[in-house]
């Protein structure tokens, strides 16, 4: 694989890089914390997305960029025989294949995927192959030696054997653990035949006792049959008779009954004959009664009048005076209507004039706040600048010289005092710029004059249309109540009218002495004529007595018939109580025969019934059992073969293992030779995975940092070379990161050397360093700096590709 373009937008430090890469040696030089890299991390990060950077997905922005503004990345490379172009943003991702206008994948996980089958690695491979930076060279010598065989398996990919060996082991614990279940509950086999015997026979006794007691049943039930038939005739004839007797006592009451109705009958007919002759005696007065009645009903009529007619006057009277008060109102309300419109015509100039003023107020208002919140906005943006400027400041002044930089944690060296005068220049400026707007922001606090004047003008206006307002409602309300006056008027006029005609339809004489004389002689005779009414109702029923006592007589001949038919009725039935006693006692003790008998059968049949069931819980017992043995055969041949398989796993792991410590060395060796001159031939891994040199034939340790810092990038590079021949692609693409930390210009030049001596192998290798002494041997030079001013890192080529003779094109 082969890179040949990296653009970043608004990633990390970078606004706008753009950068061409081709083969040969390319350094990218630059101070730390300038962004240099931050170029491989926005590679992996178009590659693999989100996991490949550091931190979370919202602090990849740049700090200084706009909110909502774009971020993204695009890398072009090469991988076999097609060019691919990769683009990836914070929510978006497209992957193109040899310049197709169409995406191979449009999305954050499919081109993630995608691109981890075309690498043929995951992450984890992809940054062990392609990637090395300083503090991965010396991992191995700060781990202990289970550890360090584990890094390696881990980057060499073993360490899925190993995971897959922990699947097989934790099924095997689950076989195992189940077996052990089932052994514990397996019953035993000549216990389950035992119980099985014991059940059969209690199923064959309970069958029998069942048999016997249905037998038991069925005679007792044809007992009862035999019986029944004479029992309900008797209880039929106890019925009738019951009820004839029932018959017989009603009769006996009706009989009674009309006998006391004869009685009362004859008293009340003497009675009303009686009064027939009394009421006789007074009919000459009943007919002054009635002539005096009509007379007082006419003064009656005459007196009722007399009292309306005075009571219609005074109505008359009273509206007449409405109609005068009315009409003074009337006069008071001319012009009404003609004032409303005049107060109309008033408010729409009022409320124009409103208007006018609150659109020029508004406007002004407007530009006034507009202005106010743009001069706040840039002060707070400054302050916040101002804070983040001086912590950076302060972060490199706690450090010193010697210390780390807080961005990229390398040492600031030459750096540092530039670095504090280039943040002293942006304070500087950040406080010009904030004292213009604290000023700025200190003039628009208060409203200007031409919009307060504005406010008054609008007061002014609002107040007249209020004014007006009142004078419209007030007309209103004098037009509303002139027509509420008129319909009044026209109201009370059609009153009197009627008024009018009432009192011409009423009489207009009355004696008032001849209507107290007629009532005074009524008076008199009340006593005589409530007599009379009561010796009236009493004459009245007489011939209605007379029908009634002929019915009674006919209703208690009748009732005393019906009774002596029930009597002898009763005598004929032949019913004796000790008779019905007998029956019921006979069909009782059969019936109770019966009860005892379904009871026996039921409690028969629940035995048989539970018998059963016990014989069928052993028969499934024994079916379990059998099923049991079955899974245990299963399992056992499952665990074997689990066995087998961790000791396969285990096996494999350890001939890998013991694979690759000679073949890391053999390459090693290969580099080791090549980057020493041929001082140092061969390397070694032992047992504990240390790095041992032999020379004169002797295996020692490195001492020295140099021989250190090259016994690691030899090995690192091994592992590269390992890495990339099982994933089945070419190591065509190296990148070190700040590798030259101790070695001496010598060193340096040879780790160079070696890399140009590899050029088959690795054509297009990148460089990362700050380290100035090694520009000679480069074929390219990107310079990247941090411009303060901008707050953005900026790369500059400082040679053209010009790659030395030795280099594969």
Known sequence: MQIHRLKLVNFRQHADTEIVLGPGITGIIGPNGSGKTTLLEAIAWAFYGNPAARGTRDSIRRIQAPPRSQVRVE?????????????????QAELYQDGSPSPLADSQQEVTAKLQRLFGMSREEFFSTYFTGQKELTVMANLGPTDRGRFLSKILGYEKLRAAQE???????????????????????????????????????????????????????????????????????????????????????????????????????????????????????????????????????????AGQRRALAGQRREIEHQLSRLKERLGEMAGAEAFLERAGRVLAESQAALEKSQAE????????????????????????????????????????PAGKCPTCLRPLGEEY??????LERQLEEIELNGKFFRQRVQQLADPPAELREAERRRERAQREVEKALEEVTRARERVRELKELEAECRELESRAAELDREIGRLPETYDVERHQAVRARLRELEP??????????????????????????????????????????????????????????RYEAVAARVRQAELAAARAEGDRKVAEESLRNVERRIEDRQERLARLKELDAELALHEELDRGFHEVRTALNAQMRPELSELASSFLADLTEGRYTELELDEDYNILIVEDGRAKPVLSGGEEDIANLVLRLAISQMVAERAGQPLSLLVLDEVFGSLDERRQDQVLSLLRGLADRFPQVILITHVESVREGLDRILRVSFDPGRGTAVVSEEREFAPHGNVAA
């Open 75 to 91: 890398v072009e490379f090469s991988l076999g025989a097609h060019h691919y172009r990769v683009v990836r943003g914070l929510y």
């Open 167 to 305: 699947v097989v082991r934790s099924r095997k614990a689950q076989l195992r653990s189940e077996r052990e279940g089932l052994e514990r509950g397996l019953p035993s086999q000549e216990e389950l035949e035992r119980e099985r015997t014991d059940a059969v026979k209690r199923v064959e006794e309970a069958r029998e006792r069942y048999e016997s007691a249905q037998r038991e049943l069925a005679q007792a039930e044809a007992a009862l049959e035999s019986e029944k038939p004479g029992w309900e005739r008797m209880v039929a004839l106890r019925e009738s008779v019951l009820a004839l007797e029932g018959e017989r006592k009603v009769a006996e009451q009706h009989v009674q009954e009309a006998r006391r109705e004869c009685e009362r009958i004859d008293r009340e007919l003497a009675d009303a004959l009686a009064a027939q002759a009394k009421l006789k005696e007074l009919e000459t007065v009943l007919s002054e009664v009635a002539a005096l009645k009509q007379e007082e009903e006419r003064l009656e009529r005459e007196a009722r009048a």
């Open 361 to 400: 107020e508004e406007q002004l208002r407007t530009a006034w706040v507009r202005d106010r919140q743009d001069a706040e906005t840039k002060r707070q943006a400054l302050r916040d600048q101002y804070r983040e400027v001086s912590a950076h400041r302060e972060s490199i002044l706690a450090a010193g």
């Open 417 to 422: 005092q530039a670095v504090l005068e280039t």
């Open 528 to 585: 005589a004529v409530s007599a009379a009414e009561r010796l009236r109702v009493r004459a009245e029923s007489a011939d209605r007595l007379v029908a009634e006592a002929e019915a009674a007589e006919r209703r208690l001949s009748e009732r005393e018939s019906r009774l002596a038919e029930l009597v002898r009725a009763i005598q004929d039935a032949g019913y004796s109580e000790e008779r019905f006693a007998e029956a019921r006692s």
